[in-house]
């Protein structure tokens, strides 16, 4: 075995059954970055140490065994990315289409309605919850 594929051999095994990169463990390494790169526009300790800590943990859990957990970290981080990328999405819909329609949100389940303009007060039913409440456009 050659120098390299022996290195190579051992990294093998010291990452067997350890979680490795995942996107959580990307997203920490570029918020580590930002915060660092704000605690050296604003020379704050404090701002240095939080982004020391954030690359030990990403650290941690790329070396970490316990896989479960690990996933179940990074499937959380995924769900709230979704949302908060959905969220803006959405707004940014709804600021676009601000002149052709009026939106509200449903009274009862906060869900996001949408009338065309100037079709005067009406009954509006929600999709969702199938509340009825009256709504001018
Ligand atoms: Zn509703």
């Known amino acids: 075995m050659s120098f390299w594929e022996r290195i190579k051999q051992s990294l093998r095994n010291f990452m067997a059954n350890r979680h490795g990169v995942d996107q959580f463990s990307v997203m920490l390494v570029w918020a580590g970055l930002v915060v ?25 859990r790329i070396f970490s065994r316990k896989e ?9 981080y995924m769900e709230l990315k979704t949302k ?10 709804r600021f ?5 329609y009026k939106y509200f949100r449903c009274p ?14 009406v009954t509006v039913t929600c999709g969702r919850c199938h509340t009825n409440f009256t709504q001018k456009s």
């Open 96 to 100: 676009k289409n601000r002149k052709q």
């Open 108 to 121: 009862n389940c906060k869900a996001w309605l949408r009338l065309p303009r100037g079709t005067g007060v």
């Open 84 to 93: 908060i990328v959905t969220g803006f999405k959405q707004a940014f819909t």
């Open 36 to 60: 660092y790169i704000l605690s050296a526009i604003f020379s704050s300790g404090l701002l240095s140490l939080v982004s020391l800590a954030m690359y030990v943990y990403t650290l941690f």
């Open 68 to 76: 479960q957990k690990r996933r179940e970290e990074n499937r959380r």
